[in-house]
């Protein structure tokens, strides 16, 4: 499989730069991690050739995004705010996509629509209104017309977002299957969202990639700094707010993740996790890449 390579890319807005001289390989699964206002949006957009970069190129393979019809053959795309006409049942929202992305045979369209209808699990509920459709079902609509044609490459853009905890964690094992034999871009400014869906991760920050690679290569740079111990309410309190990953509470104590940098508890380190090393880049660092 090919990878897309973005290169120096950077937009501005009302001469505002959003991005900033972007550098990514994707080589499978990309997660772009990122807070609100980072630039995650734009950036996706502009994969999808919907918005166009002001500087740099995208490549995948020898396909440059300079050609919009090609690389529009591609991609299926599912936008953060996915709705369709409350009236229509799942199947007839799907036929429109499949007439829109220039099905006319009606034969070969419906076994298209079935067969992403059954990638999804949706084929049960296919007669169903929109409009009675949970928000897990509706996001997973949304994946079923971004499949139709089969594109090698998949844009999902923060796909939880509105879903509840059970929906949230079932989604995302359907995102892990689909990024098996394609690329798969995926955003979000929730870190559990990419933790098990993405082998990389991009982080960006004010519009600048902060970090990049293997989620372990990601993960590395909150190496020796992160710990977890049961501390007092006192111990607690003399923590710095920044220091804080999170907190439990346990009796009349805390089970407190917590940066160090001096180690001044003097116990052993804990293996960083993604959610670590995502607030390190964004609490103790200014842009610069690892
Ligand atoms: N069409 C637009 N015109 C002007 N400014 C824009 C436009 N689209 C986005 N922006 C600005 O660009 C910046 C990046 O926005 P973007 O939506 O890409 O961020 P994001 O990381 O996706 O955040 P969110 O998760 O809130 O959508 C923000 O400051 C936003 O206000």
Not at 196 to 201: A, N, P, Q, W
Request: aromatic share 6%.
């Amino acid at each position: 499989m090919d990878k897309i390579k973005i290169e120096n890319l950077t937009k501005y807005f009302g001469g505002r730069k959003v991005l900033d001289n972007i550098n990514l390989d994707i080589p499978g699964s990309l997660g772009l991690l990122g807070p609100n206002g980072a630039g995650k949006t734009t950036l996706m957009r502009i994969l999808t050739t919907l918005v166009h970069s002001d500087e740099g190129q995208i490549k995948y393979g020898e396909i440059s995004w300079e050609n919009k019809d090609n690389v529009r053959q591609l991609i299926g795309y599912l936008p953060q705010h996915f709705s369709m006409y409350q009236n229509l049942n799942i199947l007839d929202v799907l036929d429109h996509f499949a007439v829109l992305k220039g099905r006319e045979n009606k034969d070969s369209r419906n076994e298209e629509v079935q067969q992403v209808l059954q990638q999804v699990n949706l084929e049960q509920n296919q007669k169903t209104k929109i409009k009675h459709l949970s928000g897990g079902m509706l996001r997973r609509v949304g994946i079923a017309q971004a499949l139709l044609g089969d594109p090698e490459i998949l844009v999902i853009d923060e796909p939880t977002a509105g879903l509840d905890v059970e929906e949230r964690s079932r989604f995302r094992r359907l995102l892990r299957s689909l990024s098996e034999n394609r690329i798969i871009i995926i955003s979000s400014h929730i870190v559990e969202d990419l933790e098990t869906t993405c082998d990389h991760i991009g982080i960006i920050k004010n519009g600048s990639v902060v970090s990049s690679g293997t989620r372990d290569e990601v993960i590395q740079v909150a190496s020796g700094c992160v710990f977890e111990s049961e501390l007092s309410q006192k111990q607690l309190d003399s923590l710095d707010d920044d220091a804080i990953i999170s907190i439990k509470q346990m009796g009349d104590h805390y089970s407190v993740r917590y940066f160090d940098f001096r180690n001044q508890r003097a116990c052993t380190s804990d293996w960083p996790t993604l959610e670590d090393a995502y607030l390190y880049r964004m609490r103790y660092e200014n842009n610069e890449t690892i």
